[in-house]
């Protein structure tokens, strides 16, 4: 019998499972509904634009959305070891120290503010370029600066025509500007947890991993979490745990398991015939995402990476990556982007930029007349709207229906609208006149605002970044308490995205790390945090 079983061995499943171990008395136990991590796509750093379909995800869709002209959109999970940092862009940066201190003074999450995390994100990271008070240089999750593409190049110098200053590090304190994104890659191959923390711990005796095992739900006697059930072979399997349950499904699949489980707003258990064990109605519910636009460009000629769409260039990417370990197989395209104001009343940036030097890279959006394009896409950091997850069945194989309810909050749609306004005017700066022949995307019949308004409804796009459905807090309806135990049951926590009270101003792999990392010491009992590697 292990002492903690961990549920979902994802970003930050894999992070638990290593820290945990680090332990020789301790025993652990990781299940993933999914299969190992053999997919050469995930090693890649270009291969990520392959993992928004496929085996390696749940193939969740979202509700039809009331404010975006009724579509729904893809909404990429991974089932896969390593979760979403093996099918991810990569993107490095971990949002803004205010994010932090209004978790601790708003949220009332004690123990959370810049200062008390800052030690985690320096503990996780194994930096390439960086060191100092903000980074850290031996941890198991590798971050590299890479080699911007000449087009990423002529974005940086646009974005300061447009008033955007170089900014050589958005995970220094400050966010603003634009410059290039440092992402999860070492020697040019993907670092996703799987690979970073996982593998070196994986000879660990004390260490079990279990891939392709469904957890159908947490099984709780007498007000204590006990074990889960598995599926095997079709039939029920109960797996006990000496200390603790660790659910790390992520934003989608944790509150999903609670509910399996009999935790959750008690209504909507009963109309699905669930015993209720626990009432706890904000469960699946505060679900923030990031909505993402894009803006495309048609270059005048092959400046991009399209070219990469023909065989032969493939061919030829694929030798120099083989014999050089460069080019653009080891690039994960989005290499520039920056953060600037929409509302100038923020106290730091709203909108975060991406660019790719190509078209039709990202899934669902097409490509340019003449084959040679580049995207700029924007989403507004901090969106005022809340969501939903909710179950459509007690059937653990039925998808639950998810519900981001994006531009629910009229101010979240005026700063997609900044966004794309900044964006097409970085775009149609001096630095980019010899390599773009015209706008895209929207094209220049847009004008009004009422114009604008709707072509973010029937554009946008979720930039799968979930969180906030186990809501972490003080108050007596947040799901989890500050050290993530699950409110009225004991022996359970959850310790992954799902527990962030408020998005935060950037991608969110690195704070899910963070998370991670932080939860492990709240297990130990660790209060003084240790930045060296500890691996043995």
């Known amino acids: 019998m292990p002492d903690y079983i961990i549920v979902g061995g994802g970003s930050a499943g894999c992070v638990l499972a290593a820290r945990l171990s680090e332990d020789a008395d301790v025993s652990v136990t990781l299940l993933e509904a999914g299969p190992q991590d053999k997919n050469i796509y995930i090693h890649l750093p270009v291969g990520f634009f392959k993992m928004t379909s496929g085996p390696l995800i749940w193939g969740y869709e979202t509700v039809a959305g009331r404010e975006i002209a009724g ?3 893809v909404y990429p999970q991974a089932r896969v070891l390593g979760g979403g940092s093996s099918i991810n862009a990569q993107v ?7 994010d932090y201190d209004g978790w601790r003074d708003l949220e009332g999450c004690s123990g959370w503010g810049y200062e008390d995390v800052r030690p985690y994100f320096r503990k996780s990271e194994g930096n390439d370029t960086y060191g100092g008070p903000h980074h850290g240089t031996e941890g198991p999750l590798g971050v590299s600066s890479q080699t911007p593409h000449a087009l990423t190049r002529v974005f940086a110098r646009a974005a300061q025509e447009a008033g955007l200053p170089f900014n050589p590090d958005f995970n220094a304190g400050s966010q603003a500007g634009a410059g290039f994104y440092q992402t999860t890659t070492r020697k040019g191959r993907r670092s996703s947890t799987a690979v970073g923390y996982l593998r070196p711990a994986m000879t660990r005796r004390n260490l079990t991993v279990r891939t392709d095992a469904a957890v159908h739900r947490i099984v ?8 889960v059930e598995l599926i095997e072979n079709g039939r029920p399997v109960l797996l006990r745990a000496e200390r603790e349950v660790i659910l790390t499904a992520g934003a989608i699949g944790s509150p999903k398991m609670l ?5 959750g707003p008690a209504n909507e258990l009963r109309a699905l015939d669930i015993d209720v064990v626990r009432d706890l109605p904000q469960v699946g519910k505060n679900l923030q995402d990031h909505m993402d636009v894009d803006v495309l460009a048609e270059l005048s000629g092959p400046y991009g990476i399209d070219r990469y769409k023909k065989r032969r260039w493939q061919i030829a990417a694929g030798m120099e990556y083989a014999l050089f370990g460069k080019g653009p197989v080891a690039s994960n395209i989005v290499e520039g982007g920056g953060f600037w104001w929409g509302d100038r009343n923020e106290k730091t940036p709203d909108i975060q930029f991406h660019f790719l030097p190509g078209a039709g890279v990202e899934a669902g959006i097409d490509g340019v007349p003449g084959g040679n394009g580049c995207t700029l896409n924007s989403y507004h950091v901090r969106p005022r709207s809340r969501g939903t997850v909710t179950l459509r069945s007690k059937d653990l194989r039925v998808a639950p229906l998810i519900d981001p309810n994006a531009f ?5 749609l005026e700063r997609a609208v900044d966004g794309i306004k900044i964006s097409q005017e970085i775009l149609s700066q001096a630095a980019f006149k010899p390599f773009v022949r015209r706008l895209h995307l929207p094209d220049g019949n847009i004008r009004t605002q009422a114009e604008y308004r709707e072509f973010a409804r029937q554009y946008a796009r979720s930039a799968y970044h979930p969180v906030g459905t186990c809501r972490m807090g003080s108050a007596d309806d947040a799901v989890v308490d500050p050290e993530l135990k699950v409110r009225g049951i004991d022996g359970l926590r959850v310790c992954d995205s799902s527990v962030m009270p408020r998005l935060i101003s950037s991608n969110t792999n690195a704070a899910t790390v963070m998370i991670a990392e932080k939860a492990a010491d709240i297990l130990k009992g660790v209060t003084q945090v240790s930045t060296q590697h500890e691996y043995a």
């Open 71 to 73: 579509r729904t959109m």
């Open 92 to 98: 490095f940066t971990r949002g803004c120290p205010e």
């Open 220 to 227: 709780i006697e007498n007000g204590c979490a006990v074990g």
């Open 259 to 263: 509910m399996l489980s009999g935790l």
């Open 408 to 412: 629910a909050e009229p101010y979240d």
